[in-house]
């Protein structure tokens, strides 16, 4: 069974610019939520989605949307991208209420 | 948002040793996991606990689910260098699939 797969894995944007990332989750899961990793900050929740709706919401600026497409795919948007933007930003997929598998992320470097 | 209380930071021990870290939480959890992440890398799920006073092993690895349900402990026996890495607990009320993660113990294992 393929893991959790994220792309892109690396990612370099200019401060002001937008980015979308993309996460495909486990086949079968259809709960998919974000999260973003720093050294400063640790893992902190962005939301999480269910068959296509927004389910959970972390305490993130409205620049940081998603969404989640019918196949349980999800995307994550970042409008108007600032230095302290730059984070590994993780997706996890899982069966309803279950543990979470993380993809191997996507590196985001602002400048 | 809400990040468990992780300890200890740092461990650096001797290949052969036990290890032992633990999470503590203000709020109760129904769900506790236990992750790994190398540099660069998505967290690896360890262990998954969902019952109060619950004992779960994988191998070397032993994890237990705390009597108040806010706290949760991994054991790692005779580490050997692989074990390196950084360990993450998370716990969940059951509000969907928001997990709320440690902060992160950084393993060392000096041959």
Do not use: H, R
């Given at each position: 069974k393929a893991g959790v797969t994220q792309t892109p894995r690396y990612l370099i944007k200019t401060r002001g610019q937008q980015v979308t990332l993309s996460c495909s989750p486990i086949s079968g899961h259809r709960s998919v939520s974000w999260y973003q990793q720093t050294p400063g900050q640790g893992l902190q929740f962005l939301f999480e989605y269910f068959s296509e709706t927004q389910r959970n919401k972390g305490n993130f600026p409205g620049r940081f949307s998603g969404r989640q497409f019918s196949n349980s795919r999800s995307e994550m948007n970042v409008s108007t991208l600032e230095?302290?933007?730059?984070?590994?930003?993780?997706c996890a997929s899982s069966l309803d209420r279950a543990e979470a598998f993380f993809g191997q992320g996507t590196r985001l470097t602002v400048v | 948002g809400q990040q468990l209380n992780q300890s200890p930071q740092s461990m650096f021990i001797q290949e052969g040793e036990d290890v032992?870290?633990?999470?503590?939480?203000?709020?109760?959890?129904?769900?506790?996991?236990?992750?790994?992440?190398?540099?660069?890398?998505?967290?690896?799920?360890l262990i998954a606990l969902y019952k109060a006073g619950e004992l779960t092993s994988n191998g070397r690895l032993t994890a237990q689910f705390g009597i108040t349900r806010k706290d949760s402990f991994l054991n790692i026996s005779a580490s050997i260098p692989s074990d390196v890495g950084i360990y993450f607990c998370a716990g969940s009320a059951n509000t969907g699939n928001q997990f709320y993660f440690g902060t992160g113990t950084s393993l060392t294992v000096i041959p």
């Open positions: 230095l302290g933007d730059s984070a590994l930003y993780l | 032992s870290m633990n999470c503590t939480s203000s709020s109760i959890f129904n769900t506790w996991l236990w992750y790994k992440q190398d540099p660069g890398e998505g967290p690896v799920l």
